[in-house]
């Protein structure tokens, strides 16, 4: 019988896709995926400010998480902080 695999997939932790993808996708999970960061980065300069933050998303309890040095911006660092790795088994 083989053996399971585990997967690293890039998952949500402070729900970025919860609002974004809806409750169904999301589920109780906050989070912020990669797919999802790239896409509010709409000047593609690696940085999510607020207002580029607030097109996406109305979640201002989140966005004080995230901005965890409250400059108004999520740089690189508070981006990969607020991106979980979650182990997935594939059987």
């Not at 996708?25 to 995926?33: E, F, P, Q, R, S």
């Not at 990669?34 to 989140?62: N, V, W, Y």
Request: proline share 4%; with cysteine; charged share 25%.
């Amino acid at each position: 019988m083989p053996k399971p695999i585990t997967l690293l997939v890039a998952a949500g932790c402070l729900s970025l896709a919860w609002s974004l993808a809806g409750p169904a996708l999301a589920g109780d999970a906050k989070g912020l995926t990669l797919t999802t960061a790239r896409a509010m980065d709409s000047d593609k300069d690696g940085k999510i400010s607020e207002a580029e933050f607030f097109t996406q998303s109305e979640d201002a309890e989140l966005w004080a998480e995230l901005d965890a040095n409250g400059d108004g911006v999520l740089d690189a660092e508070e981006q990969r902080q607020a991106i979980q790795v979650q182990p997935v088994t594939v059987n």
